[in-house]
């Protein structure tokens, strides 16, 4: 009687531990790992807890329409996604448009409960969500700048007499810029101009558009671009009035040197150094 006793206990314990096995190894659905923000805000690194295809039968490679990816309303941002089938790491492609504080994260899952599948079938949950780390500062022409010396465009010392420029353009969208002439000696600028501004950043390299609504000293529109190059750093800035003119503002594809056509070249370039 007791070795009957024994050996069922025996029976059981061996399918209780063979139970636990399989729990063990049983297959689950995929899941997010981790998600990494590059330091020029260009791409996401994804990982996932295993290798991951678009369809249940082990085929095809995620996709855009296989996340969603979203972030704070004042971000404005495309992406594309790059993925090989079968593979745990996913590249999402940023395109951000807008200003980054440096506070933004982005938050990703996928598109729907049939968007993502481990190699046994399993789809990811619609419910798994994972957050970026915070996005690298890019404020654009956000800050305090000055042109004196060289840095003034030629065309500007020619035709208007400008020694210098300092301008600030502020994070409510208000700007002001102060033009002193050659021969000004003070700290009172000979014009102050004052308005509101819109910058957009291109999908041309670093390029950046802006539109200036001046207010003062009299209402006009300048647009042209921007952009912020490093090491060292210099802002080179190049506008034209284009309202109650036939002016042609420079385009990103076109570069700087392309007001009205390209005909005013480097002189209508201003470049400016950050002081705040």
């Known amino acids: 009687m007791k070795n009957r006793a024994f050996l069922f206990l025996s029976i059981a314990f061996a399918a209780l531990i063979g139970f636990s096995s399989c ?160 021969g000004n000696t003070t700290t009172t600028p000979d014009i102050i101009f004052t308005g509101t501004y819109e910058i957009e950043k291109s999908t041309v390299g670093e390029i950046w558009t802006v539109t200036c609504n001046q207010e003062l000293p009299y209402a006009a529109i300048a647009s042209g671009i921007f952009e912020v190059k490093t090491n060292p750093e210099v802002l080179w800035y190049e506008v034209v009035q284009t309202s109650g003119t036939q002016n042609v503002p420079p385009t990103p594809a076109a570069g700087f040197g392309s007001s009205n056509g390209g005909t005013l070249g480097v002189l209508n370039v201003q470049k400016f150094v950050r002081v705040q």
Do not use: R
């Open 23 to 182: 729990s063990k190894d049983e297959n689950q659905a995929p899941k997010f790992k981790s998600a990494e923000v590059s330091t020029d805000n260009k791409t996401i690194t994804v990982t996932f807890s295993e290798s991951v295809y678009a369809n249940a039968d082990n085929t095809g490679a995620l996709t855009a329409s296989s996340l969603l990816i979203t972030a704070p309303a004042e971000v404005e941002f495309t992406y594309t996604v790059d993925h090989t089938a079968g593979s745990a790491t996913a590249i999402v492609n940023l395109t951000i448009t807008s200003v980054v504080q440096g506070t933004e994260k982005f938050t990703i899952k996928p598109a729907a409960a049939t968007s993502v599948y481990d190699n046994e079938g399993l789809a990811m949950e619609a419910s798994q969500t994972i957050e970026t780390n915070a996005a690298a500062q890019d404020l654009g022409i956000m800050g305090k700048w000055l042109s004196e010396g060289e840095n003034v465009a030629p065309l500007l010392v020619t035709y208007f007499n400008v020694l210098k420029v300092d301008a600030e353009f502020k994070a409510d969208y208000t700007y002001v810029v102060n033009q002193y002439n050659i």
